[in-house]
């Protein structure tokens, strides 16, 4: 299994980014997929989910109405769309998924700073 990401990099606050996820060496289809972030300093949290149909999705309140998750089952990737970004989303972001163990990227930095 590898999840491959990208996408992040240093943008001012309330600009956009678009994270992806590539995937690989599993059944991508069949599994839900979830981005958590690390700032410094802080332990790792779950920012969005989304289930192997991408019907429904989860978010932690601080992002609701500023993120969103997708996933595209034909290219087997998962994506976070950040809008309105604040200075409180500087974060690595890593994407995540659980099969038989958990499984993690390694991930993409986020900074967000004027």
């Known amino acids: 299994v590898q999840l491959v990401e990208s996408g992040g990099g240093l943008v001012q606050p309330g600009g956009s980014l678009r994270l992806s996820c590539a995937a690989s060496?599993?059944?991508?289809?069949?599994?839900?997929m979830r981005w958590f972030r690390q700032a410094p300093g802080k332990e790792r949290e779950l920012v969005a989910s989304i289930s192997s149909g991408g019907v429904s999705t989860t978010y932690t309140d601080s992002v609701k109405g500023r993120f969103t998750i997708s996933r595209d089952n034909g290219k087997n990737t998962v994506y976070l769309q950040m809008n309105n970004l604040k200075p409180e989303d500087t974060a690595v972001y890593y994407c995540?998924?659980?099969?038989?163990?958990?499984?993690w990227g390694q991930g993409t930095q986020v900074t967000v700073s004027s």
């Open positions: 060496g599993f059944t991508f289809i069949n599994y839900d």
């Open positions: 995540n998924t659980v099969t038989w163990r958990v499984y």
